[in-house]
């Protein structure tokens, strides 16, 4: 069975840095790209960049470029997402996602973590 | 970057009766367009991936269709457990967006 865990809800200060981990079970893990999403309160879903766990290649929105670093450690099968620079509008929901290399669609997601940036 | 608009932004509609969900891209996307569902408090689910491609375990009664720039989402014979906002997603190329969501009532 495929699973994604992420980590429990985090409270930070603006300017500081957060990670997000999404621990991966169920499939082979170098085999899927992994991608993050945000949404923020009562809003819409915004994708925060993409990473293979293989080449360890990444892209990211240009919206987001300096702000976010995603890595992955394939000897746990885990995916981080780290954001610097917090501001109050990072405050949301956090979604890690897999990926197929070959339609790119988001067919698993974890379960999310709130962002509270305050 | 490859703009997603969704139409309706909501809808309301019957238990029984057929709804259609419309996505645009603002530049040709091949095939490259899923749907998602998001029920109140969970994470999004995929439902059709590459336009049409229905998810196992989806009920036959989501149907999506199109390629280019205009896609369709029709939920036929809609149930009280289809509450939910939908969102499409275009995969073609990066940045990877979504549309702005179509919310469903019942």
């Known amino acids: 069975q495929v699973q994604m865990v992420q980590s429990g809800p985090e409270v930070k200060r603006p300017g500081a840095s957060v990670r997000v981990s999404c621990k991966t079970s169920?499939?082979?893990?170098?085999?899927?790209?992994l991608n993050w999403v945000r949404q923020a309160p009562g809003q819409g879903l915004e994708w925060m960049g993409w990473?293979?766990?293989?080449?360890?290649?990444?892209e990211y929105p240009q919206s987001l470029q300096g702000r976010v670093t995603l890595t992955t450690d394939t000897s746990t099968t885990t995916a981080y997402m780290d954001l610097r620079s917090l501001r109050s509008d990072d405050t949301a929901v956090y979604y890690c996602a897999r990926s197929s290399g070959r339609d790119h669609a988001f067919d698993v997601w974890g379960q999310g973590t709130l962002l509270t940036v305050s | 970057d490859i703009q997603m608009t969704q139409s309706p932004s909501s809808l309301s509609a019957f238990v029984g009766d057929s709804v259609t969900i419309t996505c645009r891209a603002s530049q040709t996307i091949s095939n490259y367009l899923n749907w998602y569902q998001q029920k109140p408090g969970e994470a999004p689910k995929l439902l059709v991936s590459r336009a049409f491609s229905l998810q196992s375990g989806v009920p036959s009664r989501f149907r999506g269709s199109g390629s280019g720039t205009y896609f369709t989402l029709t939920i036929s014979s809609l149930q009280p457990e289809d509450l939910a906002t939908y969102y499409c997603?275009?995969?073609?190329?990066?940045?990877?967006?979504f549309g702005q969501g179509t919310r469903v009532e019942i």
């Open positions: 169920g499939y082979n893990f170098i085999n899927f790209g």
């Open positions: 990473i293979s766990p293989y080449t360890r290649d990444t």
């Open positions: 997603h275009q995969s073609y190329m990066s940045p990877r967006t």
